[in-house]
């Protein structure tokens, strides 16, 4: 029997844009997809119904609103306990608001041959007004975050913001420091070396400390701008803006207090905490001031 590529998404009321997902992802290779639905709790039916539709999908229902990475880790373990149907060596993890060009990933397995320590591979992120979004860069180093953080609304241009970002290359294929979440190729070795998505994340940031704990057991994240995506991002947490600013601030902290771990870094972590704190509930406050 050959083994399919395994697809991996976490659905939570995903809509119409699932369908669009799914219809393009046999078109993104030439090799036959397995494709797992880890399910956070949807309402709306569209996981069931694609699974009914598609021979090559699945659900998977995880029992509860468990958080991203989670999720991921529930799925890949259900397809590492059944080796006979699923390709092991590589596992595509994806949103279900992503669609895929022609040919996308192929073009992320083909790097995947260039460069074998490569532990991750991410597409380009092809916006609506034809930009590229930068989905490939460096780890956010402490002092960077925080000129990002506090100067970014107010001057886009900032040099912390722009090392932050690390944009100024997205046409080359080169290793980064993390690759977006939206859409990664891992290599099934490396995702299992680091222990998979950290779970004490429930969401933002978990790619992040994902590419960081690659780097630094050895492995590189690699951007792949010949395999291209787009992605409608945010659209499932445009509605809760409270929510998802509380959590994207509590991801910040977690990431920066376990690389500043030791006793005599406390006055880091606290300061952390206060100023993440304070900056969330001016976030929340302009945020509900949009809605009104």
Known sequence: MTTRLPVVTVTYSPGDHLRTFIDTLPGSTTRPVGLVMADNGSTDGAPEAAAAAHDFAEFLPTGGNLGYGTAVNRAVSEIASRPDGFDQEFVLVVNPDVWFEPGSVDALLAAAERWPRGGSFGPRIAEPDGSVYPSARSVPRLRAGIGHAVLGPVWPGNPWTARYLDDADMETERPAGWLSGSCLLLRGSAFDAVGGFDERYFMYLEDVDLGDRLGRAG???????????????????????????????????????????????????????????????????SARRALR
């Open 219 to 285: 492995w590189q994240n690699v951007y792949v701008p010949s395999s291209v995506i787009h992605h409608d991002q945010g659209h499932s947490t445009k509605s809760v803006p409270e929510f998802t600013l509380r959590a994207h601030h509590r991801s910040a902290y977690l990431f920066q207090a376990d690389r500043h771990p030791r006793a005599w870094q406390a006055p880091i972590r606290w300061a952390l905490r206060v100023g993440l704190e304070a900056r969330c509930r001016l976030a929340i406050r």
